[in-house]
């Protein structure tokens, strides 16, 4: 981050804005408008208007569009900037989603475990504005989700892999909270607890997975989960 990113635009955990650390007080126009910059990049003020205002007339969606421009004009100066009829946000505003973006496509093996590692370990920190219910947020949630939990997965299994069980066991438990249902995050979560001696939490574990699996879905574990505790049961 460079001296010209004097603007801070934080969409995980909640939305917040500021400038020069003061923190910008906006409406949800602004809000959405910076949101959506942050998110789909670059675009034409129709296309804005669109995504924004689906259920308004184009002329009120453009003025809407208009009106949120021109506020953020006064309150946040330098944020958009203005290419004929394409918006987009400046290079002065630093956006949280952009920095983890480009650390979930990263090789995992260049984490830094004391500062990326406890980064990804906050789940609640790293939802993408949470309590956002539009289609076009809903859609970005999705796709970072998935990009989040292969990557710390994908960390996870490495740490066992170099046994580094504990560490493996902290991401499993954070992947599990973000996807339950999940088969590989399951695996993960009781091949760690077997890994550091826990066996009735691996049970627990599974039994926990498969109440929720049963539930949710009316199905049942896998040969692949149930055969990771195959050598427990009685004989």
């Known amino acids: 981050m460079g001296d010209r990113r004097t603007i801070t635009l934080r969409l995980l955990g909640s939305w917040d804005a500021s400038v020069q650390g003061a923190r910008v007080q906006t409406g949800s126009r602004q809000q959405r408008l910076l949101a959506a910059l942050a998110i789909r990049g670059p ?59 480009e650390l979930v496509v990263r090789p995992v093996a260049s984490w830094s475990a004391e500062r990326d590692d406890a980064w990804v370990l906050d789940r609640p920190g790293v939802e993408l504005l949470p309590g956002w219910y539009e289609d076009w947020v809903v859609e970005e949630q999705a796709r970072l989700q998935e990009l989040y939990v292969n990557a710390v997965e994908e960390r996870a ?29 399951v695996c993960l979560l009781v091949r760690a607890h077997l890994g550091l001696g826990n066996e009735a939490e691996a049970w627990r574990a599974f039994q926990g997975y498969r109440a929720d699996l049963v539930r949710e879905l009316g199905e049942q574990p896998s040969d692949r989960v149930r055969g990771l505790l195959e050598p427990l049961r009685p004989r």
Not at 70 to 92: I, K, M, N, Y
Not at 179 to 184: C, D, G, H, I
Request: proline letters at 6%.
């Open 157 to 185: 299994e490495l740490c066992l892999v170099h046994g580094d069980v504990h560490h493996a066991l902290a991401l499993a438990r954070t992947v599990r909270d973000a996807a339950p249902l999940r088969e590989s995050t």
């Open 43 to 101: 675009r034409p003020r129709h296309y804005l208007a669109g995504l924004l205002w689906p259920e308004c007339p184009e002329d009120h969606a453009l003025g809407s569009l208009r009106t949120a421009v021109f506020t953020l004009s006064r309150r946040a100066p330098g944020a958009l900037v203005c290419h004929g009829d394409t918006l987009a946000l400046s290079e002065a505003v630093d956006v949280d989603l952009h920095h983890l973006l």
